[in-house]
């Protein structure tokens, strides 16, 4: 197994992210799509955190009647920042893309959020629809940064993790198959992402080999001296994994399932009753159907690609006030001096 080109979900090919946050003015928020090729894209969903703040999970359930959505979007905002799916449902309609119906379509657009309300300093200011559309533009026109940026951008601009700076973490891989295997993570999570006694990250040992190389265990010193700062409020990972192979609703579902054992070795505690842990499963389809053997292998990554991601959103994100990067505080793990 290796990595995709750009080693991020957009190596699963004909999807498209794009990103579009807002820092100052009372604001630290932002919004993420996910938009599917022409046609659309199966979905599934599993949603394990007992505060979740959702759209449209209903209508993947395998016996509801959509078969494909046409883009997720992941945002802060709490239950606010859902308006930001209106934005993207409207340029979607625009472009005439959605579920036909006489008189049109109605585009499907799966959401979910991350609690982030307040860390710019004023608790309404939240992702609208406008963000929404931002985030569609860039995914459509290629917009501002890369696609598979990794950090504090789009729905992880003001996330928190276990007290460190969260933020949107990506990873691939494409099986001995030619399967491909991606997950894109928002990371915002009550838990740590360290293991426990150490300051390294548990994600990381689910690694390709190579992707992690640089990284050491921090010295003791830096694990002593971190005290990170109590969990006050709700708080939520969320995030996608897809595959290019053609699943079915269930499978999807089942894909997003086996991704939460990936977040849960990657976060601990995870699913606690202050997250709202979601995570969506897509299949593009542009590959055969898999047989049992293949499913397994797709199954089995999914979980690894989650916890990798996971990982990179934790290396890249950009400390802050009141949530310092991963980097600022164990600089001896990436050999730098404290």
Wanted: glycine share 16%.
């Amino acid at each position: 197994m290796k990595g995709g080109a750009t080693n991020s979900l957009v190596d699963v090919a004909g999807l498209r992210v794009g990103h579009a946050q807002r820092v100052g003015d009372g604001y630290r928020t932002g919004t993420t799509v996910v938009l599917a090729p022409e046609g659309g894209m199966v979905a599934g969903v599993d949603v394990r955190g007992a505060a979740p703040g959702t759209r449209e999970t209903e209508l993947l359930d395998p016996r509801n009647l959509v078969e494909r959505v046409h883009a997720v979007v992941l945002t802060g905002g709490s239950a606010y920042g859902l308006s930001a799916a209106c934005g993207v449902m409207d340029c979607l309609a625009d472009a005439g893309i959605g579920f036909p119906v006489e008189g049109g379509v109605v585009p499907i657009v799966p959401a979910a959020v991350i609690y982030d309300l307040g860390r710019g300093g004023d608790f309404r200011a939240t992702p609208d629809g406008l963000f929404g559309a931002a985030a569609y533009d860039a995914a459509v026109n290629g917009g501002a940064g890369s696609p598979w940026t990794n950090g504090s951008v789009g729905a992880g601009t003001g996330a928190v993790a276990g007290g460190l700076a969260g933020g949107v973490g990506t990873a691939s891989a494409v099986l001995p198959s030619g399967a491909t295997v991606a997950a894109l993570a928002v990371v915002n999570a009550a838990g740590s992402v360290l293991d426990p006694g150490s300051g390294k990250l548990a994600g990381t040992r689910y690694g390709l080999p190579g992707e992690f190389g640089r990284l050491r265990e921090p010295v003791d010193e830096e694990v002593t001296a971190w005290q990170p700062a109590k969990v006050t409020s709700f708080n939520t990972t969320i995030g996608v994994v897809a595959t290019d192979l053609a699943l079915t609703k269930a499978q999807c579902g089942k894909l997003a399932g086996v991704a939460h054992d990936g977040l849960a070795r990657a976060i601990r505690p995870a699913h606690t009753m202050v997250d709202g842990d979601t995570i969506f499963g897509l299949a593009t389809c542009t590959q055969p159907v898999p047989d049992p053997d293949g499913l397994q292998d797709v199954l089995a990554a999914g979980a690894d690609v989650f916890s990798r991601a996971v990982a990179h959103a934790i290396l890249a994100a950009t400390g802050r006030a009141d949530a310092p990067a991963y980097r600022d505080v164990f600089p001896s793990a990436l050999g730098e001096i404290s």
